[in-house]
Nanobody
Framework: QVQVAESGGGLVQAGGSLRLSCTAS????????MAWFRQLPGKEREGVAC????????YYSDSVKGRFTISRDNAKNTLYLQMNSLLPEDTAIYYC???????????????????????WGQGTQVTVSS
């Protein structure tokens, strides 16, 4: 059974930093592209950072480029998102996604290819106060 779980969310002041982690089990981690999405109430889920199977390819939404860094440790089955210079508009629930068909950048954001093997975590709340 595949399980994907995020951690590291919380409350931070504007200008501060947070690091999110995501662990995945029940799958061969380096067979999966990984991604961080976020969602505000009433809005669609937005891909903010994606990373390819080996970590050599990364993609960022225009809204976080230069502030967020996605990385992965395939030996630990873990995905990270380092978030710096946080803004109040970064406040959202952040979700981790694992997909076996790859990831790409289009229309100002990153995407994970649709697949029967696309798994989501439960999300972690990030709140940035002004």
């Amino acid at each position: 059974q595949v399980q994907v779980a995020e951690s590291g969310g919380g409350l931070v002041q504007a200008g501060g930093s947070l690091r999110l982690s995501c662990t995945a089990s029940g799958l061969i981690f380096d067979d999966y592209a990984m991604a961080w999405f976020r969602q505000l109430p009433g809005k669609e889920r937005e891909g903010v950072a994606c990373i390819g199977y080996s970590g050599a390819s990364t993609y960022y939404s225009d809204s976080v480029k230069g502030r967020f860094t996605i990385s992965r440790d395939n030996a630990k089955n873990t995905l990270y998102l380092q978030m710096n210079s946080l803004l109040p508009e970064d406040t959202a629930i952040y979700y981790c996604a694992a997909g076996d068909s790859g990831a790409y950048y289009s229309d100002g954001r990153c995407w994970v290819e649709p697949s029967d093997k696309l798994y989501w975590g439960q999300g972690t709340q990030v709140t940035v106060s002004s």
